[in-house]
């Protein structure tokens, strides 16, 4: 599959706000800083398109990224970002449920995992709730360019044991600096939304 166009359409809150064409959707999830803004740019060879920054925190509402005008993908905001209060925790939490329980266009999850480090608490508290609402999410490790590609296998190894991820779904090692993993997460997402 080939980007050919991506464009920005909404940053939403609440379900009303969000895009009413019907396209299908794969929604990115992943702890702040984890890399999901730079992957949209990377995918869409655009620079800019997606906000992202070196502190935390920076996607704080759903947005949505229309791509070839047929589909979309959800930046959604990051979790385990250890300063923000109660409130925004919460109302985080809302918008996340909201939007992964109830959004019948949402056809994949895309989980997105630091190759580096082993899941965080976080990442498989994430991962259960994922489960018990069954919602099947694909995992892609990311920021490859900062570990030798030699030690891949070991670091997939982990985040595989770690969330439980069985041994028929891939992990999809992703560098949005090199490229590297790009084409097969460009597959992902076709498969995704197209079947
Ligand atoms: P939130 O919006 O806070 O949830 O974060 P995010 O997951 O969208 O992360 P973002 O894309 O903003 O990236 C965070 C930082 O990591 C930025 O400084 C990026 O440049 C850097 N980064 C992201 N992906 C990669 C990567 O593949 N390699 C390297 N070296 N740095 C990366
Ligand atoms: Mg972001």
């Given at each position: 599959?080939?980007?050919?166009?991506?464009?920005?359409?909404?940053?939403?809150?609440?379900?009303?706000?969000?895009?009413?064409?019907?396209?299908?959707?794969?929604a990115?999830v992943?702890?702040?800083?984890?890399?999901?803004?730079?992957?949209?740019?990377?995918?869409?060879?655009?620079?800019?398109?997606?906000?992202?920054?070196?502190?935390?925190?920076?996607?704080?509402?759903?947005?949505?990224?229309?791509?070839?005008?047929?589909?979309?993908?959800?930046?959604?905001?990051?979790?385990?970002?250890?300063?923000?209060?109660?409130?925004?925790?919460?109302?985080?939490?809302?918008?996340?449920?909201?939007?992964l329980k109830?959004?019948?266009?949402l056809?994949g999850v895309?989980q997105?995992?630091?190759?580096?480090?082993?899941?965080?608490?976080?990442?498989?508290?994430?991962?259960?709730w994922l489960n018990h609402f069954k919602i099947g999410a694909?995992?892609?490790?990311?920021?490859?360019?900062?570990?030798?590609?030699?030690?891949?296998?070991?670091?997939?190894?982990?985040?595989?044991?770690?969330?439980?991820?069985?041994?028929?779904?891939?992990?999809?090692?992703?560098?949005?600096?090199?490229?590297?993993?790009?084409?097969?997460?460009?597959?992902?997402?076709?498969?995704?939304?197209?079947?």
């Amino acid at each position: 599959m080939k980007i050919k166009e991506a464009e920005f359409v909404i940053s939403a809150v609440k379900g009303e706000q969000y895009p009413e064409d019907n396209f299908p959707e794969v929604a990115l999830v992943g702890r702040s800083n984890v890399g999901k803004s730079s992957l949209i740019n990377k995918l869409c060879n655009r620079r800019h398109l997606a906000r992202t920054s070196s502190t935390p925190g920076k996607t704080q509402t759903l947005n949505f990224y229309r791509i070839n005008q047929a589909a979309y993908i959800v930046d959604l905001p990051g979790y385990g970002y250890a300063s923000v209060s109660k409130t925004q925790r919460a109302s985080w939490g809302s918008m996340m449920e909201h939007y992964l329980k109830k959004r019948p266009q949402l056809r994949g999850v895309i989980q997105l995992i630091d190759i580096r480090h082993p899941p965080s608490k976080d990442d498989i508290a994430m991962r259960e709730w994922l489960n018990h609402f069954k919602i099947g999410a694909a995992v892609i490790a990311t920021k490859a360019d900062k570990i030798n590609r030699g030690q891949y296998p070991k670091h997939v190894k982990q985040i595989r044991q770690d969330l439980g991820i069985p041994k028929e779904i891939p992990i999809i090692v992703f560098s949005a600096e090199t490229g590297h993993g790009k084409e097969d997460v460009l597959d992902l997402l076709d498969y995704f939304w197209n079947g």
